[in-house]
């Protein structure tokens, strides 16, 4: 497992953008496919982005496609969510997370080894 810690979450108007990153620990970060979950309360965590260890597949749910850009640095452990036009329905606390290999169900949360704290992410009218 990695330890992940998240950062870059905060409030802003509809339209805006926010820039979340996480940064792992632990020397085989590179090995892992990487995920940004959601979750609001009451409503089960739903994923929104993942990006596998070579960098060359992504996958994003319907609802951010064209909107949220996930990359990753492996040389400096991180991955980001690069969030533009921001809407209230993306209001969530945000997740970052990892996983050993990768695969069509990079969108499931029980396929993730490690998680971490979250980052609220407030956007307003």
């Known amino acids: 497992q990695v330890q992940l810690v998240e950062s870059g979450g905060g409030l802003v108007q509809a339209g805006g953008s926010l820039r979340l990153s996480c940064v792992a620990s632990?020397?085989?970060?590179?090995?892992?496919?990487m995920g940004w979950f959601r979750q609001t309360p009451g409503k089960e965590r739903e994923f929104v982005a993942a990006i596998d260890w070579t960098s060359v597949k992504t996958y994003y749910a319907d609802s951010v496609k064209g909107r949220f850009t996930i990359s990753r640095d492996n040389a400096k452990n991180t991955v980001n969510l690069q969030m533009n036009s921001l809407k209230p329905d993306d209001t969530a606390v945000y997740y970052c997370?990892?996983?050993?290999?990768?695969?069509?169900?990079?969108?499931?949360?029980?396929?993730?080894?490690?998680w971490g704290q979250g980052t609220q992410v407030t956007v307003s009218l």
């Open positions: 997370a990892a996983r050993r290999g990768s695969g069509d169900d990079n969108y499931r949360v029980d396929r993730y080894d490690s």
């Open positions: 632990g020397r085989t970060f590179g090995s892992y496919t």
